[in-house]
C-alpha cells in the first residue's frame, strides 16, 4: 500500500535539505514531486528494509554532491565536520602532531571510533598508519560521491559495532553516462595553503546495465603557523643551545638560569600537505531472471606530511663516580657545581637540546586503500516483493611511515660522554658530522585487513488494514586484522620518541539480524530491530531498537527511536604495546616545565565492549498553508558505560597532588610527584552521558523571479559529560569543542543557468577548561556562485571566511595557542572551479 501525502514529500524534502548551503534543494524538490509515479524500493540509512517511501523514525541530514562543490569541499572530513551535529576534535588537515595524515569524522563529539563509516552502504577498512581504530576519509575522494547520508541515531541493531553515535553512510556515482571533467583549486589571501583537485568520470550504459569509471587527484600544501599574525609564539624548555639540570651557558661561559624558550610555531603546520591518488569504478549488471550484480572497487594513494620543530632530545646522563672510564660518563667542573648542576637520586644528570643544528622532524606517510565490494540481489518471489541478497567486501590498507631527523638517545648520551665540551657550548653546533653520528630516519609500517560476508532477506510478509508487514533478515560474517611495526630504535626505546611497541592481532564476529517494520494504523508505524554477534575475543552482545512514527496530522509527523549499542574493542585497544605520547599537561608539582609530557598508554587484551543507550524523539513539520517550508526539531540523548577510554590525565595529576593516592597508583606517579613512568592504561570504567536538540529549516520558494533556497541547521548542546568532568560548553586543546550553539545558515538564490549563495557558520562563546576563562563565538561568513555556460561547461567559485575571522585563543590549545580543529586557522582563501561535461 502505498500512501502519498504532503508530509511524505516533506520528510524526503527535509531529509536532503538539511545541509549547510541548501545547495541540494532541486534535486529533493524534483524526487518529491515525481514520488507518485516512481514506486521503485529504496534503501534508507539506518534500516535494511527496502521501502517505497523515506519515511523513518530516525532523523537523517543528507548532503548531496552539488552542496559539497557549492562550499568548495575537497576532503571529505572537511565537508562532514562543517556540520552542527559535530563535536570534540576529529583529526583532519588541521592536524599536525600526531595525526600521521588521516581524517576522521567525530559525530557528538563522542570520538571517531564511536561512528561507523559506511560506504555504499557497507562496511569500509579501518585505514591509517597501522591497527587504526577508525576509518580514514583520505581513502574516499570527493569525486566519486553522489551524496553523504549522515543516521544521527544509534544504530548497532542495524549494522553491529561501532554505530553508537550514529553512522556515516557514503554513496558514490551511480549510473552515470558520458564524460565528465571537474578542475577545482584554491588558495589564501596570503598566497599559501594552495589546493587543487582534477577529476575524471566516465560511464556507458548497456541494455542491461551500467559500468562508470572514475580517477582523482588531490593536492593540498602547507600553512606554517608563524605565518599567520596571530599565533601565539610557542614556548619550548628545550632550546637550540641546549641546557644542563635548567641551567645555560651565557656570553661569557658562565651558568646561568635558563630564562628563554623556543618557539616551536615556526617549524609547525596549520594545514599539512598531501597528495592523492584515486581510482574508483562501480557497475550494475541484471543477470536475467530478475538477478541483479553490483559491484564497486576503490583505490587511493596517499602521499602526506607533517612538520614540527627539531627533535626536543633529553637525555639522562650518568655522572662520573670515582673508578668509572670518563669517556662512558658525564663529569662535573667545579663551575657546574658552583651552579647548582648535580646528580639526582639516582646519580644523573639532565640534559636537553632542541636539535636544530639537525633539522625539523619531517613526519611523512605512503598509504595504499583498497576496497572491492560486489554483490547479487534477486526476487524470491514478484507478486509478495520478497528479494534475497548476498555480498562480498574485502578492504585492505597498508602504510610505510617515516620521520625524518630523529634522534638516537643513546648515541647521543655516548657523544656526549666523548666529547662534552663540544655539546656544553652555549652555541650553535657546528660539526655537522657529529650531528649526522647521533641522527636517523625513523622508519615504520602497519596495515589493516577486512574480509566481510553478508547475506540476506527482506520483503513484506503479510497485510494489515492499514499496509504490509515489511521485514529483513540476515546473517554476516567479518573478519578483522591489524598491524604495526615501529622502527627498531623506536621499539628498544633508544629515540629521544617515546618508546613503542609493535602491535599486531586480529578477531572476528559472526552476526544475525532481523527488523520489522509494522503499520499499526494509518498514522501510527512501528519499526523493530535485533541483532546478535558473537565475538572470537570478548564472547557476544545482543541490540535492539524500538521506533514509532505518527502522522498526527497532514501537516505534522512525530517520530521516536530508542535503542542499545555497543563497540568491540579494537586490534590495537585490544593488542597494542605500550607507547608513548607527550600529551598537553601541566605539572601541579612544577617539576617538568614543557607543556608537553610524556606519557606511556598501554592496552588490554581483556577488555570488554562498551555499551550504550540511545534515545530520540522529535517532529516533522510542513505547514500546508507555507509552500516549500519544512522544519524538523529532535530531541537525542546518548549513553555510554563501560567505554573504553584512558581516563583524564590532567584530572588525575592534579588529584594526584591534592593527595589521592589511588589516582597516584592509577597513573604510575612517583614520590615527589615523579613522572617518569605516568601511564595512562585502557580500561572499561570511562562513561559518556550527552544529550541535546538539533533544529532544522528548509524554505525553497519562488520571488522576484528568482529561485530561493533558505536552510537553517542549529544544534544545542544540553550536556556532555565523560568519566566524571562535565564538558558542556568547554573547549581543551586535548579533547576539542563542545560548544552549546552550533548554527550554520545559507540563503541561494538563481534563475536557470546561474545561482549565487551566502552562507556562514557559528560557533558559540565557550569556557576554557583549563582556566574557566570565557572563549570568544565565531562567525564565518562564506560567498559561492555557478554558472551552467552550456550544456557542455559550468564554473564557479567562492570565498571562505570573508571577513578573515581569527581563530580564538585557548590556554591549552593543541597548536598555535588554539584549536585548529575546531576552529578555522588559515584565514581567507579563495576557490575555483570548471566542468565540462560530454
Not at 553522489?146 to 553491529?160: C, F, N, P, Q, T
Not at 549510473?175 to 577545482?184: H, N
Not at 629521544?496 to 499499526?520: H, K, L, M, R
Request: some cysteine.
Amino acid at each position: 500500500m502505498i500512501r502519498t501525502s504532503k508530509l511524505a514529500s516533506a520528510i524526503k524534502y527535509s531529509l536532503i535539505a538539511s545541509v549547510a548551503s541548501g545547495a541540494a534543494l532541486t534535486s529533493a524538490t524534483a524526487a518529491a514531486e515525481e514520488e507518485s509515479a516512481n514506486v521503485e524500493r529504496i534503501a534508507v540509512t539506518g534500516s535494511r528494509i527496502q521501502r517505497q517511501d523515506m519515511e523513518t523514525a530516525s532523523p537523517v541530514t543528507v548532503i548531496d554532491a552539488a552542496a559539497i562543490r557549492a562550499e568548495g569541499f575537497t576532503t571529505v572530513d572537511e565537508l562532514l565536520q562543517a556540520q552542527t551535529s559535530m563535536a570534540g576534535a576529529a583529526v583532519g588537515s588541521s592536524t599536525n602532531n600526531g595525526s600521521d595524515g588521516v581524517a576522521q569524522v567525530d559525530l557528538r563529539g563522542m570520538g571517531s571510533q564511536r561512528t561507523l563509516v559506511l560506504l555504499n552502504g557497507r562496511r569500509m577498512v579501518n585505514s591509517g598508519s597501522g591497527a587504526d581504530s577508525a576509518v580514514d576519509l583520505n581513502a574516499i575522494p570527493v569525486a566519486m560521491i553522489s551524496r553523504v547520508e549522515i543516521l544521527k541515531d544509534g544504530a548497532s541493531a542495524v549494522y553491529g559495532s561501532d554505530a553508537i553515535a550514529g553512522v556515516v553512510n557514503i554513496i558514490t556515482k551511480k549510473d552515470f553516462e558520458g564524460f565528465q571533467i571537474d578542475v577545482l583549486g584554491g588558495m589564501t589571501d596570503k598566497s599559501d595553503g594552495e589546493h587543487g583537485e582534477i577529476s575524471a568520470l566516465y560511464g556507458f550504459n548497456t541494455d542491461t546495465g551500467n559500468y562508470t569509471f572514475g580517477a582523482a587527484y588531490s593536492e593540498r600544501r602547507g600553512v606554517i603557523q608563524s605565518d599567520r599574525d596571530w599565533t601565539d609564539p610557542g614556548d619550548s624548555s628545550f632550546i637550540p643551545n641546549g641546557s644542563l639540570d635548567g641551567m645555560v651557558k651565557d656570553e661569557n661561559g658562565n651558568w646561568v638560569q635558563r630564562d628563554e624558550g623556543y618557539d616551536f610555531t615556526q617549524d609547525s603546520f596549520y594545514q599539512t600537505p598531501s597528495k592523492r591518488y584515486s581510482l574508483f569504478a562501480n557497475m550494475t549488471q541484471e543477470l536475467g531472471n530478475d538477478v541483479v550484480l553490483t559491484g564497486d572497487v576503490l583505490y587511493t594513494k596517499r602521499k602526506s606530511n607533517q612538520q614540527l620543530a627539531p627533535q626536543p632530545a633529553n637525555i639522562m646522563l650518568d655522572v662520573c663516580q670515582p673508578g668509572d672510564d670518563p669517556a662512558k660518563c658525564f663529569e662535573l667542573d667545579q663551575d657546574m657545581i658552583d651552579a647548582g648542576i648535580g646528580p639526582d637520586d639516582n646519580g644523573q644528570v639532565n640534559y636537553r637540546k632542541r636539535m636544530n643544528d639537525v633539522g625539523p622532524r619531517i613526519y611523512s606517510q605512503d598509504t595504499d586503500t583498497w576496497r572491492v565490494s560486489a554483490g547479487l540481489e534477486g526476487s524470491i518471489d514478484v507478486n509478495t516483493g520478497l528479494i534475497w541478497d548476498v555480498s562480498y567486501t574485502y578492504g585492505n590498507n597498508k602504510a610505510k611511515t617515516q620521520v625524518e631527523n630523529s634522534i638516537n638517545a643513546n648515541l647521543m648520551a655516548d657523544a656526549i660522554y666523548a666529547d662534552q665540551d663540544a655539546w656544553l657550548t652555549g652555541q650553535p653546533m657546528t660539526d655537522q658530522e657529529l650531528l649526522n653520528s647521533v641522527a636517523y630516519t625513523e622508519k615504520a609500517d602497519g596495515g589493516n585487513e577486512q574480509h566481510a560476508i553478508s547475506a540476506g532477506i527482506n520483503g513484506e510478509l503479510f497485510d494489515l488494514d492499514a499496509g504490509a508487514v515489511a521485514f529483513a533478515i540476515g546473517a554476516e560474517y567479518r573478519y578483522e586484522s591489524g598491524y604495526y611495526n615501529p622502527d627498531p630504535i623506536i621499539v628498544a626505546g633508544e629515540g629521544t620518541a617515546a618508546q613503542q611497541d609493535p602491535t599486531d592481532g586480529s578477531y572476528n564476529v559472526i552476526s544475525v539480524f532481523q527488523e520489522v517494520s509494522v503499520p499499526f494504523t494509518d498514522k501510527l508505524t512501528g519499526e523493530f530491530a535485533l541483532r546478535f554477534d558473537d565475538y572470537s575475543t570478548f564472547g557476544n552482545a545482543s541490540t535492539w531498537k524500538i521506533g514509532l512514527t505518527y502522522e498526527a496530522t497532514d501537516d505534522l509527523m512525530l517520530r521516536t527511536v530508542a535503542a542499545t549499542g555497543f563497540r568491540a574493542p579494537s586490534v590495537s585497544e585490544l593488542y597494542g604495546g605500550n607507547s608513548g605520547s607527550y600529551d598537553y599537561l601541566t605539572d601541579p608539582w612544577g617539576n617538568e616545565q614543557d607543556p608537553q609530557i610524556l606519557v606511556n598508554y598501554t592496552s588490554d587484551e581483556d577488555l570488554k565492549p562498551e555499551e550504550s543507550e540511545s534515545y530520540t524523539a522529535g517532529l516533522v513539520y510542513s505547514p500546508s498553508y507555507v509552500d516549500g517550508l519544512s522544519l524538523t526539531v529532535d530531541y537525542w540523548r546518548f549513553k555510554v558505560k563501560n567505554a573504553i577510554t584512558r581516563l583524564d590525565t590532567q584530572a588525575g595529576l592534579d588529584a594526584c597532588f591534592g593527595g589521592d593516592t589511588s589516582a597516584c597508583e592509577t597513573f604510575n606517579i612517583g614520590p615527589n610527584g615523579d613522572l617518569s613512568n605516568l601511564t595512562n592504561s585502557l580500561t572499561n570504567v570511562g562513561y559518556q552521558d550527552t544529550s541535546g536538540i538539533d533544529f532544522n529549516l528548509a524554505y525553497n520558494f519562488e520571488a522576484l523571479s528568482l529561485d530561493w533556497v533558505i536552510s537553517n541547521d542549529t544544534t544545542y548542546l544540553l550536556n556532555f559529560e565523560q568519566d566524571g568532568i562535565d564538558y558542556t560548553n568547554k573547549i581543551d586543546g586535548n579533547f576539542g569543542a563542545y560548544a552549546q550553539y552550533r548554527n550554520n545558515f545559507s540563503i541561494k538564490a538563481g534563475q536557470g543557468d546561474w545561482s549565487v549563495m551566502y552562507f556562514n557558520r557559528y560557533i558559540g562563546e565557550m569556557d576554557d577548561l583549563a582556566t574557566g576563562e570565557k572563549v570568544d563565538s565565531v562567525l564565518y561568513h562564506n560567498v559561492s556562485a555557478s554558472y551552467y555556460i552550456n550544456d557542455t561547461w559550468m564554473i564557479s567559485g567562492g570565498v571562505k571566511n570573508i571577513t578573515d575571522v581569527e581563530p580564538s585563543n585557548v590556554s591549552n590549545g593543541s597548536d598555535g595557542g588554539t584549536v585548529p580543529e575546531v576552529y578555522d586557522t588559515i584565514g581567507r582563501s579563495f576557490y575555483a572551479g570548471v566542468t565540462v561535461k560530454f
